[in-house]
């Protein structure tokens, strides 16, 4: 029967996301580390930069005028500052150097892009600074998303100094971290690379391993353990290997047990028939009805012994092409008496092709199949064959919607000696799926179909248009 997707995620996939997601948490938690220290240690520098640049300015601003100088006169110690600061502006290289009261009113400006509300923003700091002392305040972003940091002085009571720097270092981190998250994602993408190559390392021997153990588990004994494995797991596929050889050399002493059992058997029933006959023949009416009844008997477990001898024996096919549409016309002839009895409705619905198989297996198999579904059917049933592509096989499929099959014996339809027939051996099944392995093939009873469907799933590259 086909393997069912599983729930979890294969191995391949666990190792392709465990080290994917790995390296991603690294690479992030790394990047930002880096960006967080680098910025930190720059915003560091930089404010005790601006604030020596700030006393060193704030310190050499003639107090004589400060008095005389308000917010909106043009007149001399306006245009004395403004002069002073420019020349600072341009010796230090900053753009905005200013002066302004306790009331955060501008005085004087090198420029025009200092405002108040910023100054304001910035009270609890200014308010907290002694005449001759220097701060700065937090980095910040502008409107123009580049960083920027102020720096403050004051120089008495009711005046301070202020000047404002272009943070465009932080500018560059900011875009080598996105540096660094790309390098990031390059470095994800060949990690995924890279785990899918070693998942496919890991997956592909196990693969083989369980594939190979599959087979042990269906009684297939005639595959060899893979030999492309190396490393670790050669010694699972020498233990594996050594247990196909063991196992097999059981199996096969166990049918020659059973077979050499069974002929044992079989040569006195053969005695016993023949005694029955005679006296049959000899005997008066009512011994002639117990005799008849023996030889029933003798001859149900005589047909019951050659099905057991049959599953048993060495069987190596003889595989040819052969036509599935004449095949199973074949088949319909041969089972007419018991289709027309039932009056059943045959369908078929086969893609025309040949199948690289032994005739007289694939024959077996069908008969089988087509034998069962006719016998589950009540009178005027239907009953449909089909054959076609799907998902790299070709599918053999024999439907009936007759009584259908109970779940829970399910497991146990293709076991030697299962039946819920009357008279039914329990070998017709176990036969079938023998001949199957034999020739490559796989049967299976489908599960959630409204009729009840038997599939024989044969490789593609067995399968060839007529």
């Not at 016998?375 to 919607?401: H, K, P, Q, T």
Request: net charge neutral; proline share 3%; aromatic share 8%.
């Amino acid at each position: 029967m086909k393997l069912r997707k599983a729930e979890k995620l294969s191995l391949k996939s666990r190792i392709i996301i465990g080290f994917s997601s790995l390296t991603f948490v690294v690479v992030v938690i790394l990047s930002l580390i880096s960006y967080r220290m680098a910025r930190d240690g720059y915003a560091a520098q930089m404010k005790e930069q601006i604030r020596q640049i700030a006393v060193l300015i704030g310190t050499g601003v003639d107090p004589r005028f400060l008095p005389f100088l308000t917010t909106g006169n043009a007149d001399a110690s306006s245009a004395f500052y403004k002069t002073y600061l420019k020349q600072k502006a341009e010796e230090v290289g900053l753009n905005t150097i200013f002066l302004f009261d306790d009331t955060y009113r501008i005085l004087a400006t090198s420029d025009s892009s200092a405002g108040r509300l910023f100054l304001e923003l910035n009270r609890y700091e200014l308010e907290k600074l002694e005449p001759g002392q220097a701060t700065t305040s937090l980095l910040f972003k502008g409107h123009n998303q580049n960083w920027y940091l102020w720096g403050f002085y004051r120089i008495s009571a009711n005046r301070f100094l202020g000047l404002r720097e272009d943070a465009i270092r932080l500018s560059y981190l900011d875009e080598l971290l996105r540096y660094y998250l790309m390098i990031g994602l390059g470095g994800l993408l060949l990690t995924v690379i890279l785990a899918g190559w070693i998942a496919r390392q890991i997956s592909a021997p196990i693969k083989k391993l369980v594939d190979f153990s599959r087979h042990l588990g269906e009684g297939d004994f005639s595959e060899s353990a893979p030999r492309d494995i190396h490393g670790e797991l050669t010694v699972l596929r020498d233990t594996m290997e050594q247990m196909r050889l063991d196992l097999s050399a059981h199996h096969r002493d166990r049918e020659q047990l059973l077979a050499q059992i069974a002929h044992e058997i079989r040569n006195p029933l053969g005695g016993i028939e023949l005694l029955a006959g005679l006296i049959k023949e000899e005997s008066n009416e009512a011994t002639q009805s117990k005799a008849a009844t023996i030889l029933k008997e003798t001859a149900e477990l005589k047909k019951y012994i050659a099905s057991f001898l049959e599953l048993n024996k060495p069987l190596e096919p003889q595989p040819e092409y052969v036509s599935l549409v004449s095949l199973v016309a074949e088949v319909q002839n041969s089972l007419r008496e018991l289709i027309d009895k039932k009056d059943i409705l045959w369908e078929t619905e086969i893609l025309a092709v040949k199948i690289f198989f032994d005739r007289s297996h694939l024959r077996q198999i069908l008969l089988n199949l087509i034998k069962n579904a006719l016998e589950a059917l009540d009178r005027g049933g239907r009953l449909l064959v089909r054959g076609s592509f799907s998902s790299g096989s070709y599918l053999i499929r024999v439907s009936d919607n007759g009584c259908g099959v109970d779940n829970a014996i399910r497991p146990d339809l293709f076991k030697p000696f299962f039946t819920t027939k009357t008279n039914g051996s329990g070998l017709g099944l176990a036969f079938s799926k023998k001949l199957c392995t034999l020739n490559g093939a796989v049967i299976y009873l489908e599960p959630g179909e409204a009729m009840t469907t038997f599939t024989m799933e044969i490789p593609k590259n067995g399968v060839q248009n007529e």
